[in-house]
């Protein structure tokens, strides 16, 4: 796999352009210079490249925009291929060739120039200065627009030694285990994701709403091909007056969707919000795994630890009464107490769910359950007759069962349903959705 770095200073566009490449809207967008802080991974579609976007190079001595300057120059020197995007509205500027100097010294790497914003003719800045750069013939493209970008696929396949990668390369299957994490700001989410990778991958501060993209890194951790998403802190929705923030909670939800398992990190020192359930009971409705992340658990007292963890287990658990058993972990993301642990549990769970149990099995569960338990009788004094059941999908675990009579089935005799079949399949941790099919025989 080829790493291609988008590069440049801020507000020229490199987030557009990411998007624009790889056909996602990951990469957070927005006319304020310095959204993006994190580098960003991603892939072209159908083309052996990751490509990664990368903050703003910015002349600062302290705070994010220096550790995210940083961020940008380990991506740089750490690339096969550089695109430097500078912006052709505004023209060649000092900190363009400050930056280009400094790209050359970090990086023996093939670099493409790319002027951007061109799409108008008239708006476009003096286009011969930017041979002042170093970088060779500039390419002028639109992001926005999506146009200039057969150069680019020519620059990067000539590096690649390949042609026609589009057409020739069939995209290979992601068997990764996609984990999203979330949680309201400051909670310790990238700290937990830099002990995950073993490096300061993400920028970590004591302070909130650092993090603003859903960021994707794949790693390997404890066995497993993983992808984590660190997504930015949710607040309730009175505390958000900042559009960017309003985009940057819009993406962490989107997560949800795109994750196969849900951790959601909550400070142990804390009580549970209402706000963590309120997110709980979206990942539930997604049909994802759950993991609640009872984090700095470091700073609870050690005399206090038992007390702390059955009372939170009781807070969430009363609560939250989707998931019959809510798997609740604590961990230290500063120490990495209990972080492999949790994940054991995790692929533990991932490993069921993607497993069909048999028909037979589903049935014989469901036919003692009934005879534990009579069904009710329906509104209309008839009684209701359980014919067949069986597992038709997963994530969530759904079970069909084909009914006769009775179509009122209460939602307490489904509950009891749901409790037993988890319980018997250890399904006790994961989302199930218990549906009732009509028998189509008349006579029966």
Not at 91 to 110: F, I
Not at 185 to 200: D, M
Not at 219 to 232: C, H, Q, S, V
Not at 254 to 271: P, Q, S
């Given at each position: 796999m080829i790493k291609v770095t988008i590069a440049g200073r801020p507000n020229t566009g490199k987030s557009t352009l990411y998007n624009a490449l790889t056909?996602?809207?990951?990469?957070?967008?927005?006319?304020?210079?310095?959204?993006?802080?994190?580098?960003?991974?991603?892939?072209?579609?159908?083309?052996?490249?990751?490509?990664?976007?990368?903050?703003?190079?910015?002349?600062?001595?302290?705070?994010?925009?220096?550790?995210?300057?940083?961020?940008?120059?380990?991506?740089?020197?750490?690339?096969?291929?550089?695109?430097?995007?500078?912006?052709?509205?505004?023209?060649?500027?000092?900190?363009?060739?400050?930056?280009?100097?400094?790209?050359?010294?970090?990086?023996?790497?093939?670099?493409?120039?790319?002027?951007?914003?061109?799409?108008?003719?008239?708006?476009?800045s003096n286009i011969h200065d930017f041979y002042k750069l170093g970088f060779g013939d500039p390419v002028m493209i639109s992001a926005e627009h999506k146009t200039g970008f057969t150069e680019i696929y020519d620059f990067l396949d000539k590096i690649a030694g390949t042609e026609n990668t589009e057409e020739n390369t069939e995209k290979p299957a992601?068997?990764?285990?996609?984990?999203?994490?979330?949680?309201?700001?400051?909670?310790?989410?990238?700290?937990?994701?830099?002990?995950?990778?073993?490096?300061?991958?993400q920028i970590v501060m004591d302070a909130p709403g650092i993090t603003r993209d859903t960021v994707k890194?794949?790693?390997?951790?404890?066995?497993?091909?993983?992808?984590?998403?660190?997504?930015?802190?949710?607040?309730?929705?009175?505390?958000?007056?900042?559009?960017?923030?309003?985009?940057?909670?819009?993406?962490?939800?989107?997560?949800?969707?795109?994750?196969?398992?849900?951790?959601?990190?909550?400070?142990?020192?804390?009580?549970?919000e209402n706000q963590a359930l309120g997110i709980a009971g979206r990942i539930y409705n997604a049909g994802k795994i759950l993991c609640v992340a009872l984090n700095k658990w470091d700073l609870i007292e050690p005399e206090l630890r038992d007390e702390k963890l059955l009372k939170l287990k009781h807070q969430f658990s009363n609560s939250f009464h989707q998931i019959i058993k809510p798997m609740i972990l604590a961990v230290s993301a500063e120490t990495g107490t209990g972080v492999q642990n949790m994940f054991r549990r995790i692929y533990e769970q991932w490993d069921i769910s993607t497993a069909q149990a048999p028909t037979s099995l589903i049935n014989r569960i469901v036919e003692k359950l009934v005879a534990e338990r009579q069904p009710p009788m329906s509104r209309l004094k008839r009684p209701m007759k359980i014919k067949f059941a069986r597992q038709t999908g997963r994530h969530p675990m759904r079970i069909t069962i084909n009914v006769g009579g009775a179509s009122d089935i209460p939602e307490s005799y489904t509950r009891y349903l749901r409790r037993g079949i988890a319980t018997a399949l250890k399904w006790e941790h994961l989302p199930i959705v218990i549906e009732y099919k009509k028998s189509d025989n008349p006579f029966d």
């Open positions: 056909g996602t809207r990951d990469a957070l967008v927005h006319d304020r210079p310095g959204v993006t802080r994190d580098c960003m991974g991603g892939t072209f579609c159908n083309r052996p490249y990751q490509l990664f976007d990368t903050a703003g190079l910015e002349n600062a001595k302290t705070g994010i925009a220096l550790d995210s300057t940083n961020m940008a120059i380990a991506a740089i020197s750490d690339a096969d291929a550089v695109l430097f995007v500078v912006d052709g509205r505004v023209g060649l500027t000092s900190e363009d060739l400050d930056w280009a100097r400094l790209v050359r010294r970090k990086t023996k790497a093939p670099i493409l120039l790319l002027v951007n914003k061109t799409e108008s003719q008239k708006r476009l992601d068997n990764r285990i996609k984990i999203a994490i979330l949680g309201q700001p400051n909670v310790g989410k990238s700290t937990f994701v830099n002990r995950v990778l073993g490096e300061k991958r890194i794949p790693t390997k951790f404890y066995g497993r091909d993983i992808l984590l998403m660190d997504t930015a802190g949710l607040r309730r929705k009175a505390g958000v007056t900042d559009d960017v923030e309003t985009l940057s909670a819009l993406k962490s939800l989107d997560a949800i969707e795109k994750a196969d398992v849900v951790i959601l990190m909550v400070d142990a020192t804390k009580n549970i």
